[in-house]
Protein backbone atom coordinates (compact mmCIF):
# COMPACT_ATOMS: atom_id res chain seq x y z
CA UNK A 1 0.00 0.00 0.00
CA UNK A 2 2.68 2.08 -0.13
CA UNK A 3 3.94 4.71 -2.33
CA UNK A 4 6.13 3.02 -5.04
CA UNK A 5 8.05 6.58 -5.88
CA UNK A 6 7.70 9.75 -3.99
CA UNK A 7 7.71 12.83 -6.68
CA UNK A 8 9.03 15.14 -4.22
CA UNK A 9 12.22 13.36 -3.74
CA UNK A 10 12.12 12.12 -7.71
CA UNK A 11 11.96 15.69 -8.42
CA UNK A 12 15.02 17.05 -6.19
CA UNK A 13 17.74 16.93 -8.85
CA UNK A 14 15.35 19.74 -11.04
CA UNK A 15 14.85 21.67 -8.15
CA UNK A 16 18.41 22.07 -7.06
CA UNK A 17 19.65 22.15 -11.36
CA UNK A 18 16.44 25.17 -11.59
CA UNK A 19 17.91 27.27 -8.25
CA UNK A 20 21.58 27.29 -10.05
CA UNK A 21 19.53 28.25 -13.43
CA UNK A 22 17.81 31.19 -11.92
CA UNK A 23 20.96 32.63 -9.84
CA UNK A 24 22.65 32.50 -13.55
CA UNK A 25 20.04 33.79 -15.77
CA UNK A 26 19.42 36.36 -12.86
CA UNK A 27 23.61 37.23 -12.64
CA UNK A 28 23.42 37.15 -16.61
CA UNK A 29 20.76 40.14 -16.14
CA UNK A 30 18.49 37.45 -17.92
CA UNK A 31 15.63 37.29 -15.84
CA UNK A 32 14.73 38.61 -12.03
CA UNK A 33 15.62 37.23 -9.46
CA UNK A 34 16.66 38.04 -5.77
CA UNK A 35 19.44 36.26 -3.85
CA UNK A 36 21.05 36.33 -0.60
CA UNK A 37 23.74 33.77 0.28
CA UNK A 38 22.17 33.66 3.68
CA UNK A 39 18.81 33.45 3.07
CA UNK A 40 19.43 31.12 0.64
CA UNK A 41 21.07 28.77 2.19
CA UNK A 42 18.35 29.30 5.53
CA UNK A 43 16.06 27.77 3.03
CA UNK A 44 18.26 25.02 1.95
CA UNK A 45 18.48 24.21 5.53
CA UNK A 46 14.93 24.29 6.00
CA UNK A 47 14.24 21.93 3.12
CA UNK A 48 16.79 19.27 4.32
CA UNK A 49 15.43 19.89 8.35
CA UNK A 50 11.73 19.10 6.73
CA UNK A 51 12.78 15.95 5.32
CA UNK A 52 14.24 14.37 8.90
CA UNK A 53 11.23 15.87 10.43
CA UNK A 54 8.96 13.86 8.48
CA UNK A 55 10.59 10.59 9.55
CA UNK A 56 9.72 11.26 12.73
CA UNK A 57 5.93 11.40 12.08
CA UNK A 58 5.41 9.90 8.62
CA UNK A 59 5.14 6.42 9.95
CA UNK A 60 1.66 7.26 12.23
CA UNK A 61 0.50 9.60 9.61
CA UNK A 62 0.52 6.85 7.08
CA UNK A 63 -0.61 4.23 10.03
CA UNK A 64 -3.69 6.45 10.50
CA UNK A 65 -4.50 6.73 6.68
CA UNK A 66 -4.34 3.06 6.29
CA UNK A 67 -6.99 3.13 9.44
CA UNK A 68 -8.95 5.25 7.76
CA UNK A 69 -8.74 2.74 4.60
CA UNK A 70 -9.43 0.28 6.28
CA UNK A 71 -12.83 1.59 7.19
CA UNK A 72 -13.59 3.06 4.16
CA UNK A 73 -17.29 3.54 2.52
CA UNK A 74 -15.86 2.45 -0.83
CA UNK A 75 -13.26 0.81 -2.54
CA UNK A 76 -11.30 3.18 -5.16
CA UNK A 77 -9.21 1.18 -7.75
CA UNK A 78 -5.53 2.98 -8.15
CA UNK A 79 -5.75 1.58 -11.73
CA UNK A 80 -8.80 3.55 -13.22
CA UNK A 81 -7.86 7.09 -14.57
CA UNK A 82 -11.10 8.37 -13.32
CA UNK A 83 -9.90 7.66 -10.04
CA UNK A 84 -6.99 10.01 -10.71
CA UNK A 85 -8.71 12.28 -12.03
CA UNK A 86 -11.13 12.96 -9.03
CA UNK A 87 -8.55 12.64 -6.40
CA UNK A 88 -6.48 15.58 -8.38
CA UNK A 89 -9.55 17.94 -7.68
CA UNK A 90 -10.41 16.54 -4.25
CA UNK A 91 -6.88 16.58 -3.03
CA UNK A 92 -6.40 20.28 -4.30
CA UNK A 93 -9.65 21.14 -2.69
CA UNK A 94 -8.54 19.64 0.76
CA UNK A 95 -5.14 21.49 0.07
CA UNK A 96 -6.82 24.58 -0.28
CA UNK A 97 -8.57 24.40 3.06
CA UNK A 98 -5.34 23.22 4.69
CA UNK A 99 -3.27 25.98 3.29
CA UNK A 100 -6.56 28.48 4.59
CA UNK A 101 -6.46 26.83 8.20
CA UNK A 102 -2.59 26.90 8.27
CA UNK A 103 -2.87 30.95 7.69
CA UNK A 104 -6.20 31.84 9.63
CA UNK A 105 -5.51 30.15 12.70
CA UNK A 106 -2.61 30.53 14.93
CA UNK A 107 -1.63 26.75 16.49
CA UNK A 108 -1.45 26.05 12.50
CA UNK A 109 0.08 29.21 11.54
CA UNK A 110 2.98 28.71 13.85
CA UNK A 111 3.78 25.09 11.67
CA UNK A 112 3.61 27.27 8.81
CA UNK A 113 5.31 30.46 9.17
CA UNK A 114 8.86 29.85 8.48
CA UNK A 115 7.72 29.36 4.59
CA UNK A 116 7.06 33.19 4.90
CA UNK A 117 10.15 34.19 6.91
CA UNK A 118 11.98 35.01 3.97
CA UNK A 119 12.02 38.99 2.35
CA UNK A 120 13.16 37.16 -0.93
CA UNK A 121 11.02 35.38 -3.37
CA UNK A 122 12.87 32.71 -5.75
CA UNK A 123 12.85 29.32 -6.13
CA UNK A 124 14.54 28.71 -2.92
CA UNK A 125 12.19 29.96 -1.20
CA UNK A 126 9.96 27.52 -2.06
CA UNK A 127 12.14 24.82 -0.09
CA UNK A 128 11.42 26.46 3.22
CA UNK A 129 9.08 23.65 4.36
CA UNK A 130 7.67 22.80 8.25
CA UNK A 131 9.28 21.03 10.91
CA UNK A 132 6.57 20.56 13.06
CA UNK A 133 3.14 20.11 10.64
CA UNK A 134 3.31 16.47 11.59
CA UNK A 135 3.07 17.89 15.47
CA UNK A 136 0.30 19.83 14.56
CA UNK A 137 -1.64 17.48 12.65
CA UNK A 138 -2.67 19.56 9.96
CA UNK A 139 -2.45 16.04 8.22
CA UNK A 140 -5.78 14.97 9.35
CA UNK A 141 -7.22 17.11 7.04
CA UNK A 142 -6.17 14.40 4.31
CA UNK A 143 -7.75 11.21 5.84
CA UNK A 144 -11.66 11.40 4.93
CA UNK A 145 -9.69 10.69 1.32
CA UNK A 146 -9.10 7.68 2.48
CA UNK A 147 -11.89 6.96 4.54
CA UNK A 148 -13.80 7.49 1.13
CA UNK A 149 -12.08 4.84 -0.46
CA UNK A 150 -8.71 6.31 -2.03
CA UNK A 151 -5.37 4.00 -1.08
CA UNK A 152 -3.22 5.78 1.08
CA UNK A 153 -0.02 5.90 -1.23
CA UNK A 154 -2.53 7.40 -4.19
CA UNK A 155 -3.30 10.18 -1.97
CA UNK A 156 0.75 10.28 -1.16
CA UNK A 157 1.59 10.39 -4.96
CA UNK A 158 -0.74 12.88 -5.43
CA UNK A 159 0.47 15.55 -2.20
CA UNK A 160 4.28 14.71 -4.14
CA UNK A 161 2.92 16.15 -7.57
CA UNK A 162 0.95 18.73 -5.58
CA UNK A 163 4.09 20.05 -3.92
CA UNK A 164 6.56 19.41 -7.44
CA UNK A 165 4.42 22.08 -9.29
CA UNK A 166 3.99 24.88 -6.49
CA UNK A 167 8.14 24.49 -6.69
CA UNK A 168 7.73 26.51 -10.01
CA UNK A 169 5.32 29.14 -8.74
CA UNK A 170 8.19 30.95 -6.10
CA UNK A 171 9.89 32.88 -8.85
CA UNK A 172 9.60 36.94 -9.92
CA UNK A 173 11.20 35.76 -13.14
CA UNK A 174 8.36 34.78 -14.70
CA UNK A 175 5.55 38.10 -14.88
CA UNK A 176 2.52 36.81 -16.45
CA UNK A 177 1.24 33.07 -17.94
CA UNK A 178 -1.58 33.25 -20.59
CA UNK A 179 -5.02 34.62 -19.55
CA UNK A 180 -6.55 31.20 -19.74
CA UNK A 181 -4.16 29.48 -17.55
CA UNK A 182 -3.86 32.43 -14.94
CA UNK A 183 -7.77 31.94 -14.57
CA UNK A 184 -7.94 28.10 -13.69
CA UNK A 185 -4.28 27.37 -12.74
CA UNK A 186 -2.12 28.83 -9.93
CA UNK A 187 0.58 30.87 -11.07
CA UNK A 188 3.95 32.90 -10.17
CA UNK A 189 1.63 35.92 -10.22
CA UNK A 190 -0.99 34.72 -8.27
CA UNK A 191 2.07 33.16 -5.47
CA UNK A 192 3.44 36.56 -5.06
CA UNK A 193 0.74 38.07 -3.95
CA UNK A 194 -0.45 35.26 -1.44
CA UNK A 195 3.77 35.86 0.01
CA UNK A 196 3.08 39.71 0.07
CA UNK A 197 3.07 41.25 2.83
CA UNK A 198 1.45 44.37 1.25
CA UNK A 199 -1.73 45.44 2.91
CA UNK A 200 -3.93 44.98 -0.41
CA UNK A 201 -2.93 41.74 -0.77
CA UNK A 202 -3.78 40.36 2.77
CA UNK A 203 -5.57 36.52 3.14
CA UNK A 204 -5.63 35.85 -0.25
CA UNK A 205 -4.61 33.18 -2.90
CA UNK A 206 -4.57 30.09 -0.79
CA UNK A 207 -4.14 27.32 -4.08
CA UNK A 208 -2.40 24.36 -4.56
CA UNK A 209 -2.80 23.73 -8.25
CA UNK A 210 -5.84 25.37 -9.41
CA UNK A 211 -6.44 29.31 -8.75
CA UNK A 212 -10.25 28.44 -8.95
CA UNK A 213 -11.06 27.36 -5.55
CA UNK A 214 -9.52 30.98 -4.59
CA UNK A 215 -12.10 32.61 -6.86
CA UNK A 216 -14.82 30.37 -5.80
CA UNK A 217 -14.35 31.09 -2.42
CA UNK A 218 -13.93 34.67 -2.41
CA UNK A 219 -10.28 34.82 -1.09
CA UNK A 220 -8.35 35.61 -4.83
CA UNK A 221 -6.71 38.85 -5.37
CA UNK A 222 -5.17 39.26 -8.53
CA UNK A 223 -0.97 41.19 -8.33
CA UNK A 224 -1.34 44.45 -9.73
CA UNK A 225 1.53 46.07 -11.91
CA UNK A 226 1.28 49.56 -9.76
CA UNK A 227 1.99 48.04 -6.56
CA UNK A 228 4.79 45.49 -6.65
CA UNK A 229 4.75 42.96 -4.14
CA UNK A 230 7.48 42.95 -1.14
CA UNK A 231 8.32 39.76 1.28
CA UNK A 232 8.23 38.79 4.53
CA UNK A 233 6.42 38.84 7.64
CA UNK A 234 4.67 41.89 9.83
CA UNK A 235 8.25 42.13 11.65
CA UNK A 236 10.85 40.74 9.79
CA UNK A 237 12.97 38.43 12.05
CA UNK A 238 16.07 40.02 11.19
CA UNK A 239 18.18 36.98 11.58
CA UNK A 240 19.16 34.01 10.00
CA UNK A 241 19.45 31.77 12.76
CA UNK A 242 17.45 28.42 11.65
CA UNK A 243 15.72 27.57 14.66
CA UNK A 244 14.27 30.88 15.41
CA UNK A 245 12.75 30.62 12.26
CA UNK A 246 11.54 27.50 12.58
CA UNK A 247 10.22 27.83 15.89
CA UNK A 248 9.64 31.66 17.02
CA UNK A 249 6.17 31.25 16.39
CA UNK A 250 5.71 28.40 19.02
CA UNK A 251 7.48 30.18 21.32
CA UNK A 252 5.66 33.05 20.87
CA UNK A 253 2.33 31.21 21.64
CA UNK A 254 4.34 29.65 25.27
CA UNK A 255 4.50 33.16 26.06
CA UNK A 256 1.30 34.41 25.55
CA UNK A 257 -0.11 31.22 27.09
CA UNK A 258 1.80 31.56 30.13
CA UNK A 259 0.65 34.88 30.62
CA UNK A 260 -3.11 34.63 29.86
CA UNK A 261 -5.14 35.12 32.69
CA UNK A 262 -8.69 33.37 31.51
CA UNK A 263 -9.31 29.93 29.38
CA UNK A 264 -10.82 32.44 26.59
CA UNK A 265 -7.38 33.96 26.48
CA UNK A 266 -5.58 30.90 26.50
CA UNK A 267 -7.56 29.67 23.54
CA UNK A 268 -7.53 33.04 21.70
CA UNK A 269 -3.69 33.07 21.81
CA UNK A 270 -4.10 29.18 20.69
CA UNK A 271 -6.42 28.81 17.75
CA UNK A 272 -7.19 32.60 17.47
CA UNK A 273 -6.16 34.32 13.90
CA UNK A 274 -2.58 35.61 14.39
CA UNK A 275 -2.55 38.56 15.92
CA UNK A 276 -5.38 38.14 18.28
CA UNK A 277 -5.36 39.42 21.82
CA UNK A 278 -7.93 39.84 24.41
CA UNK A 279 -8.37 44.14 24.37
CA UNK A 280 -7.64 44.12 20.48
CA UNK A 281 -4.35 46.27 21.14
CA UNK A 282 -2.46 43.88 18.89
CA UNK A 283 -4.04 43.54 15.00
CA UNK A 284 -4.89 40.59 13.36
CA UNK A 285 -4.77 40.95 9.61
CA UNK A 286 -8.73 41.64 9.60
CA UNK A 287 -8.35 44.70 10.97
CA UNK A 288 -4.83 45.58 9.26
CA UNK A 289 -6.99 45.26 6.18
CA UNK A 290 -9.75 47.19 7.40
CA UNK A 291 -7.32 50.01 8.08
CA UNK A 292 -5.90 50.12 4.02
CA UNK A 293 -9.49 50.16 2.69
CA UNK A 294 -10.44 52.99 5.25
CA UNK A 295 -7.19 54.79 3.95
CA UNK A 296 -7.69 54.46 0.38
CA UNK A 297 -11.25 55.46 1.01
CA UNK A 298 -12.24 53.50 -2.32
CA UNK A 299 -10.34 54.84 -4.22
CA UNK A 300 -6.83 53.70 -6.24
CA UNK A 301 -4.32 53.06 -3.60
CA UNK A 302 -0.92 54.20 -3.53
CA UNK A 303 2.00 51.50 -2.41
CA UNK A 304 1.90 51.27 1.12
CA UNK A 305 4.56 53.37 2.91
CA UNK A 306 7.31 50.40 4.57
CA UNK A 307 6.36 51.50 8.01
CA UNK A 308 2.96 49.59 7.75
CA UNK A 309 3.33 46.76 5.63
CA UNK A 310 2.25 43.51 6.80
CA UNK A 311 2.71 39.88 5.86
CA UNK A 312 0.88 37.85 3.07
CA UNK A 313 -1.20 36.82 6.76
CA UNK A 314 -0.16 38.46 9.53
CA UNK A 315 3.07 36.13 10.96
CA UNK A 316 2.16 37.35 14.89
CA UNK A 317 1.79 39.67 17.57
CA UNK A 318 3.49 43.26 16.56
CA UNK A 319 6.25 44.30 19.19
CA UNK A 320 7.39 40.03 19.42
CA UNK A 321 9.83 38.63 18.06
CA UNK A 322 7.62 35.82 16.61
CA UNK A 323 5.90 38.48 13.89
Known sequence: MK????PVQMAIPFFVLAIILEIA?????????????RDTA????????????GLFTGGLIFAAALWAYEHRLFTIPMTAIWAWVVLFFAEDLTYYWF??????????WASHVNHHTSTHYNLSTALRQTWTGGVAGTWLLWLPLSFLGFPPAMVAIQKGISLVYQFWIHTEAVKRMPRWFEAVFNTPSHHRVHHARNARYLDANYAGILIIWDR????FIPEVDEEPCRYGTVKNLGNFN????????WVGIGRDVLGAKSPREVLGYMFGPPGWSPDGSRETSHMLKAKWRARVGGQKPEPDPEGSVIPALVAGTPGSADT
Not at 42 to 53: I, W
Not at 99 to 108: C, G, N, Q, V
Not at 242 to 249: A, I, K, P, S, Y
Open 242 to 249: LLHNVFHE
Open 25 to 37: LARLGKAKANYET
Open 216 to 219: MFGT
Open 42 to 53: TSLAMGLGSTVA
Open 99 to 108: HRLAHERRFW
Open 3 to 6: AEFD
